[in-house]
């Protein structure tokens, strides 16, 4: 199934943890969706990266980082 994401709804899990978090948490292992987003979601997310870092406590291997080449569908 693929759903569609905001930037405000992929900025909010990482910071709140919450329900949303868990979906794409859970979604890394079973591969149930394919999550697209506007290419500006990566300005956005590049725009508060210090400050999601710093209020997240991510740790390296749980950074988002954009991808190099955009998937085909």
Request: glycine share 2%.
């Amino acid at each position: 199934m693929l759903l569609v994401v905001d930037a405000n709804v992929v900025i909010s899990a990482l910071v709140a943890k919450g329900v949303s978090y868990r979906v794409f948490l859970l979604n890394s292992l079973l591969k149930r969706f394919d999550f697209i987003a506007p290419e500006f979601l990566w300005r956005e997310i590049d725009k508060c990266r210090e400050t999601l870092l710093e209020e997240t406590k991510l740790s390296p291997a749980e950074q988002v980082e954009e991808p190099q080449t955009p998937p085909h569908w």
